[in-house]
Nanobody, 124 residues
Framework: QVQLVESGGGLVQAGGSLRLSCAAS????????MGWFRQAPGKVRDFVAA????????YYADSVKGRFTISRDNAKNTVYLQMNSLKPEDTAVYYC?????????????????WGQGTQVTVSS
């Protein structure tokens, strides 16, 4: 089993920045692709960003391109989401996910492990 723990969420004003972290622990064998998703109240869980096993390939939702950056430090088993120029519509619970394999992926069903989520609230 792999455990994922997110941190770094909070309340920020529009235009501000936050950096989310996701630390992985447990029986980590082999490469993992990592991703971030978010879910606002009453809405489905949406893809935000993903990267492949070594961080060389990244994908972003159109709504966050140019504002968010996903990265990873495999030595620390940690993935990050730097969020800049935040907007009220970015308000959601943000989830980290890990999927066995090399390739980046954007569908929730392609991931094997999920964190508990961290709340991000952007005030206008």
């Amino acid at each position: 089993q792999v455990q994922l723990v997110e941190s770094g969420g909070g309340l920020v004003q529009a235009g501000g920045s936050l950096r989310l972290s996701c630390a992985a622990s447990g029986r980590i064998f082999g490469p993992y692709a990592m991703g971030w998703f978010r879910q606002a109240p009453g809405k489905v869980r949406d893809f935000v960003a993903a990267l492949n096993w070594n961080g060389g390939v990244t994908y972003y939702a159109d709504s966050v391109k140019g504002r968010f950056t996903i990265s990873r430090d495999n030595a620390k088993n940690t993935v990050y989401l730097q969020m800049n120029s935040l907007k009220p519509e970015d308000t959601a619970v943000y989830y980290c996910a890990a999927g066995r394999g090399l390739d980046a992926r954007t569908m929730p069903s392609e991931y094997d492990y999920w964190g508990q989520g961290t709340q991000v609230t952007v005030s206008s």
